[in-house]
Antibody, heavy 120, light 107 residues
Framework: QVQLVESGGGVVQPGTSLRLSCVASGFTFTGYHMHWVRQAPGKGLEWVGVIWYDTSNTYYVHSVEGRFSITGVNSKNTMYLQIKSLRADDTAVYYC?????????????WGQGTLVTVSS | DIQMTQSPSSLSASVGDRVTITCRASQGISNYLAWYQQKPGSVPKLLIYAASTLQSGVPSRFGGSGSGTDFTLTISSLQPEDVATYYCQKYNSAPLTFGGGTKVEIK
């Protein structure tokens, strides 16, 4: 069955960096785009970015461009989200999600999420 | 960027009621619209994609319609297990913006 497992969250200080991981199983990783979506405590969903199925392209929400970077290692069925210069408003649960189709798409499977808390 | 506006932001209805949630895009997005359900403390779940296609395993009381800028999610007969927040998302092009959410409660 499809499984997505995020890791790497925790309590971090403002201004530092963090790398989140998403390990996929149960499907052919190279056949799907992969998304990051975040949710601040008590708030709605915010799409963060996507990496193409072949890692050739990435797209981000404008508010994180330049600080967030999505990479993928297809041989490890793993996607990463590198976050630089963390700010308090980056505090959120970060979900990875699978996107079917040949172009940016909706997300049909989601991981359980990893919580990032930015606090001094 | 295209903005997605959901209404209402919350609603309370009785079991068995027909519930309608709307999602409006600031520009046309054809039918590149998905709906998700997020129950309290849980991960979002895909309900509908392509504006009206029901995801496998989703109860038939859920339905979607619309095209262009105006979309609707309908629950034909509200059940207690439908208590959740519902989100629309456009996916015609990046950024794949979500609506602000609609919280559905039982009266």
């Amino acid at each position: 069955q499809v499984q997505l497992v995020e890791s790497g969250g925790g309590v971090v200080q403002p201004g530092t960096s963090l790398r989140l991981s998403c390990v996929a199983s149960g499907f052919t990783f190279t056949g799907y785009h992969m998304h990051w979506v975040r949710q601040a405590p008590g708030k709605g969903l915010e799409w963060v970015g996507v990496i193409w199925y072949d890692t050739s392209n990435t797209y981000y929400v404008h508010s994180v461009e330049g600080r967030f970077s999505i990479t993928g290692v297809n041989s490890k069925n793993t996607m990463y989200l590198q976050i630089k210069s963390l700010r308090a408003d980056d505090t959120a649960v970060y979900y990875c999600a699978r996107g079917p189709g040949s172009s940016p798409s909706f997300s049909d499977y989601w991981g359980q999420g990893t919580l990032v808390t930015v606090s001094s | 960027d295209i903005q997605m506006t959901q209404s209402p932001s919350s609603l309370s209805a009785s079991v068995g009621d027909r519930v309608t949630i709307t999602c409006r895009a600031s520009q046309g997005i054809s039918n590149y619209l998905a709906w998700y359900q997020q129950k309290p403390g849980s991960v979002p779940k895909l309900l509908i994609y392509a504006a009206s296609t029901l995801q496998s395993g989703v109860p038939s009381r859920f339905g979607g319609s619309g095209s262009g800028t105006d979309f609707t999610l309908t629950i034909s007969s509200l059940q207690p297990e439908d208590v959740a927040t519902y989100y629309c998302q456009k996916y015609n092009s990046a950024p794949l913006t979500f609506g602000g959410g609609t919280k559905v409660e039982i009266k």
